[in-house]
């Protein structure tokens, strides 16, 4: 009954309004900061304490170089791992892994082991630690694992610490780990994160021996500022859109939206700085450092940042803080969307992935740095970033393919799907004067020679920043902002990572070789800047990347654009991306095949669901409604004509011929979906020409038959809307 469905709506708006902030005892004077952060990490002071000097230096060396680890030293850190762990009330342990689903992903083992005696002790080996097995048929493998080789194995990963995981009513050891088939292709986002971290470290590192430096390796950097909304969980359990897809399939404009700006660093109010207060309690004690938090632009829209880390790290930080927001949110009666897109019509949520590469004296390899020696050095590393950018566009792309993002990126609101890089009035001076070394003289008449002149102070403030750019230079670092708020960041750093390499790659073979055939360094980068800067030029645009223009413009500029995220992963298979993730050992030729086919299966049946939703929806819940009010209308059309006579109730006739009218269009619109879910179904087996179905004819279907439901959700008496509205989600909470 609708009935019933609107008063239960009702009834979650008047008990939203006895809601009070969840109060969980937090207080830092009682447990300071500095002694719960990391409370939950098997850290580098709890190996220090617990690991025999010898086995503590062998397990650095592995942290640090990569070096494998043996049986014998991965028994003792399992023991004294476990040991820990059960002091802090851990009964199971599991491999902790990130697969093709975007998600994570874990099995528990218990540590107990039958003593033979009828009891038990708990136990951990080597072993366990090191290896898991897993069976890996369930989760996408786009072919590389067929069926009756259902396993698949999980390895430790040590560079990233492990951490327990606690829950109502109990603890979990859980060990990060790479996934991969047993013939040793990866099935993760982990795997070839950490092979592009291995060429980025091993091409930086030949560029600073030709500068000089000392360091023994590079590592890159990853700071995330993850956006979300927040919504009531009374109100988001009875939209079954929200509940099965993660956003909103029907909804009209509510009246207030974002037009006031007034949510955008507004005062937090009680209820979510309380969930923040303890999400931020729980991130602390898993080591994660937590910086920012404050209102979006959106309403219900909030963002946290944490401080910046080491990739791999800050990748798995990263998902640990979507699970940590999600689990909160629950807790604190609320839901917290990562969905790139719940709401039409308002700001979507987005991840900035800000990124920079640091030598192993920890200084900032895109720091300009003071003396010209330090800027001839910074500016190699920023062209090698804009070499990469616009030479392997189409693989960044692939950074950000998601459905969901497909709903944001190029909506005015995030960057559009052409990659091009901002870099700043000052600093986009002084790539052209050293392009116009090579030309005669620049606009200003100087030129730049590097050994000799200095750059200009280059302001690090965020005011002047061009906002609309999908790749941002900010003062020390770049600021990747096409990623979606649900994503992984392993995609979008594995990509840039590799990109970046093969630069660093080339630029270090030229400049070996000119240092060969006997020209200075500072000649040599001379040259290989002016000839660098000149060739990519096309892809530095300091304006608005928001602006109709921009499309055509990036097309003459010879930009690729693929606008959805279909037309992006087809793409992936192109030549010269499988060669460069080949070349630099990130995927093999046969991995870079299976993904592409997982992302299409993956866009598919996400599509699929959105659209049966929205089928299911329209037809049972919407349309039941529309009913009642049809009848309502008729019944009171001929009330009003039987007591006042023909011509009385003109008005409501008028009111009904338009509800009729919508209502038949919109049943209209559902056959039609109904009919491109049927239709996008015939391509059985073919992974591409499904994705492409799905793309072109349920997306299509789906916002028609949508426009006819929101117009009627502004015709109903608001009594009979069965579903919570966007006035109601987005301003009751
Ligand atoms: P905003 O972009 O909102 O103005 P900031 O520029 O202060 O905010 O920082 C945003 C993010 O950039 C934070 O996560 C921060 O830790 C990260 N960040 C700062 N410096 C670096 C760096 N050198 N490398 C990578 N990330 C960094
Ligand atoms: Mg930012």
Same mark, same amino acid.
Request: proline residues 5%; contains cysteine; charged residues 20%.
């Given at each position: ?7 239960? +709506? ?32 098997? &850290? ?33 850190? *399992? ?13 199971? =342990? ?67 610490? *492990? ?31 950490? +092979? ?20 023994? /390796? ?28 993660? +956003? ?35 991130? =602390? ?106 030479? /392997? ?13 497909? /709903? ?73 902002? $096409? ?32 240092? *060969? ?18 060739? /990519? ?17 990036? $097309? ?17 298979? &192109? ?58 209308? $008729? ?13 009385? *109730? ?84």
């Amino acid at each position: 009954m609708n009935g019933n469905r609107s008063s239960s +709506r009702r009834k979650a708006i008047a008990r939203i309004g006895k809601t009070r902030p969840l109060s969980v005892g937090i207080d830092y004077r009682r447990e300071p900061l500095q002694e719960i952060f990391g409370a939950l990490v098997f &850290d580098q002071a709890q190996m220090a304490a617990r690991l025999p000097k010898d086995v503590f230096q062998r397990l650095q060396n592995t942290i640090r170089d990569g070096y494998p680890l043996d049986i014998s030293v991965a028994d003792v850190v *399992a023991n004294a791992m476990k040991e820990w762990a059960v002091e802090m009330g851990a009964t199971h =342990y599991t491999h902790w892994f990130q697969p093709m689903t975007g998600t994570t992903a874990e099995k528990h083992d218990s540590f107990v082991w039958p003593a033979g005696d009828g009891r038990v002790i708990c136990e951990f080996s080597g072993k366990s630690l090191i290896k898991g097995e897993s069976d890996a048929s369930s989760f996408p493998s786009g072919g590389i694992r067929s069926t009756f080789e259902a396993r698949g194995y999980t390895a430790w990963d040590p560079r990233s610490p *492990a951490f327990i995981q606690e829950s109502h009513n109990g603890r979990t050891l859980c060990v990060p780990t790479a996934f991969c088939s047993y013939t040793g292709e990866c099935l993760d986002r982990k795997t070839p994160l950490l +092979r592009s971290l291995e060429a980025l470290s091993k091409h930086a590192q030949r560029i600073l021996k030709l500068f000089g430096s000392a360091s023994t /390796h590079v590592s890159a950097n990853l700071g995330a500022e993850q956006e979300y909304f927040l919504v009531d969980r009374q109100l988001f359990l009875q939209r079954p859109d929200l509940v099965n897809t993660g +956003r909103t399939l029907f909804g009209a404009r509510p009246p207030k939206g974002q037009e006031l700006e007034d949510h955008y660093y507004g005062s937090i109010r009680g209820r979510v700085l309380a969930f923040m207060m303890d999400v931020e309690k729980r991130l =602390y004690r898993l080591g994660i450092p937590a910086k920012t938090r404050h209102n979006e632009v959106a309403p219900a829209q909030f963002e946290l940042a944490q401080v910046f880390e080491e990739c791999n790290i800050a990748t798995d930080h990263n998902m640990l803080t979507m699970e940590t927001l999600r689990g909160t949110a629950r807790d604190h009666g609320m839901v917290c969307l990562l969905h790139e897109k719940p709401f039409k019509g308002l700001n979507g949520s987005g991840k900035h992935c800000n990124w920079s590469m640091s030598d192993s004296f920890g200084n900032n390899l895109l720091d300009p740095g003071e003396t010209p020696r330090e800027n001839a050095q910074f500016l190699v590393f920023l062209s090698a970033v804009i070499r990469a950018v616009h030479r /392997h566009a189409g693989m960044l792309r692939l950074g950000t393919t998601g459905p969901g993002n497909d /709903h944001r990126l190029g909506g005015f609101e995030a960057p559009p799907a052409i990659f091009s890089i901002y870099l700043g009035a000052q600093l986009a001076e002084v790539v052209e004067s050293i392009v116009s070394g090579s030309q005669g003289a620049n606009r200003t008449g100087d030129t730049m020679r590097i050994g000799v002149s200095t750059l200009p102070p280059l302001p690090r403030d965020a005011t002047d920043r061009n906002r609309t750019s999908p790749v941002a230079f900010t003062g020390n670092k770049f600021e990747f902002r $096409a990623v979606g708020a649900s994503q992984s960041t392993a995609p979008m750093v594995f990509v840039l990572n590799t990109a970046v390499a093969a630069a660093l790659d080339h630029f270090a073979n030229e400049l070996e070789a000119d240092i *060969a055939a006997g020209r200075s360094l500072n000649e040599a980068v001379q040259n290989l800047l002016q000839k660098e800067f000149s060739k /990519h030029m096309p892809v530095i645009f300091n304006g608005d990347n928001y602006a109709e223009s921009w499309p055509l413009e990036a $097309a003459r500029r010879g930009l690729p654009n693929f606008p959805d995220s279909v037309s992006a992963i087809e793409h992936f298979t &192109d030549l010269d991306t499988v060669d460069v993730l080949q070349r630099y050992g990130v995927l093999s030729n046969r991995e870079v095949h299976s993904r592409a086919h997982i992302l299409l299966e993956g866009y598919a049946a996400t599509i699929n669901i959105d659209g049966r939703m929205a089928l299911d929806m329209g037809r049972t819940i919407l349309l039941p409604a529309v009913f009642s009010w049809q009848r309502d209308l $008729a019944a009171t059309v001929s009330g009003l004509e039987n007591a006042l006579g023909q011509g009385a *109730a003109e008005g409501q006739k008028a009111l009904l011929q338009k509800v009729c009218r919508e209502a038949d269009s919109f049943m209209q619109a559902l056959d039609s979906l109904e009919q491109a879910l049927e239709a996008s179904g015939t391509h059985k087996g073919d992974a591409q020409a499904t994705a492409r179905a799905c793309r072109d004819l349920i997306v299509p279907a789906m916002a028609a038959a949508r426009e006819h439901a929101d117009a009627l959700e502004m015709l109903l008496d608001d009594h009979l809307w069965p579903v919570p509205k966007y006035r109601e989600l987005l301003w009751l909470y």
